[in-house]
């Protein structure tokens, strides 16, 4: 498919190392000339700016900055930010997210392929409900990501439903976004719950929050809820604490994540068996006890 891709909303984040290689993993995956916007609630420090600087004097891709005077809030900087965007699909990436090759290209096509998408999550290694190789696990970020791409490019194409997106990278469409009114920042602090909180409000109009299959980005931990956020998400959404145990404990994805397992070993077999489950996502062993 050969579609306009959507904008890039990254939110700057006060790890001045993570930044730098966030900006470097997109730099290499992603199409010259996509938009890019670089918010910054005020987080970066001299190094971060440096790097941003430095970035944006070299960069292939279309990039913005903004940077606020003083912070406003997570919640609340996103939705003027996505509030910006008017009814465009935005792609919103973790500060310390490492998207690797196609992840944007794959995030929009399953947008085209399904009208009824709002929110398009990829795997990752700190998903939660679409961690990998092991769901719920913050796991090592995968050291051949070149060869995981290959491994996602044969996946089957399910898009199977999930509880809520997650903040490691999701594709939100815009349309959806603004029918279901946008992101609470009066009862939320962080994106993590927000986001949670939008997803369901879009679900509850028919929308769906599903899976990419074949699209992976990777992160360094997991996105935090903000003091009292999940107390409120509670009080709002009183079954979706026990969906969210539910599908981690039942794993429904479980032969789809395997089926990418399979695939990735496959894609690296005239190795020796031990690199290839380290290149795949290493398995636990003395050396990570």
Do not use: K
Not at 66 to 88: K, S, V, Y
Not at 120 to 130: F, I, K, R
Not at 153 to 175: C, D, F, K, Q, Y
């Amino acid at each position: 498919m050969n579609m306009a891709l959507p904008v890039i909303l990254l939110p700057v984040g006060v790890d001045d190392a993570a930044l730098d290689a966030c900006l470097a993993a997109l730099e290499h995956s992603t199409p010259a000339g996509t938009p890019v916007w670089l918010a910054d609630d005020a987080q970066a420090g001299p190094r971060g700016q440096a790097v941003i600087e430095h970035w944006l004097a070299h960069t292939r891709l279309q990039a913005e900055y903004t940077r606020r005077p003083r912070a406003i809030g997570e919640a609340l900087h996103l939705e003027q930010m996505l509030h910006a965007c008017g009814d465009a699909d935005v792609a919103v990436l973790a500060p310390d997210a490492l998207p690797t090759s196609g992840w944007l290209q794959q995030l929009n096509e399953c947008f085209a392929r399904d009208a009824s998408i709002a929110t398009a999550t990829p795997w990752s290694n700190a998903g939660e409900v679409v961690s990998w190789p092991r769901a719920g696990e913050l796991n090592p970020v995968p050291r051949d990501l070149q060869r995981l791409s290959q491994a996602l490019a044969a996946m089957p194409l399910l898009h199977p439903e999930l509880p809520s997106a997650v903040t490691h990278a999701v594709l939100i469409r815009g349309n959806a976004r603004r029918r279901a009114g946008g992101l609470d920042v009066e009862s939320f602090g962080s994106w993590y719950a927000a986001l949670v909180d939008l997803s369901l409000r879009m679900s509850g109009l028919g929308w769906r929050n599903v899976l990419c299959d074949n699209a992976f980005v990777g992160r360094q931990d997991e996105g935090r809820p903000a003091d009292g956020d999940m107390e409120v998400l509670a009080t709002r959404w009183p079954t979706w604490t026990t969906r969210q145990a539910s599908f981690l404990m039942d794993d429904p994805l479980h032969v789809h994540r395997q089926q990418l397992q399979q695939l990735c070993e496959q894609a690296i077999m005239p190795q020796a068996q031990r690199d290839l489950f380290e290149a795949c996502g290493p398995l636990p062993g003395p050396e990570q006890a």
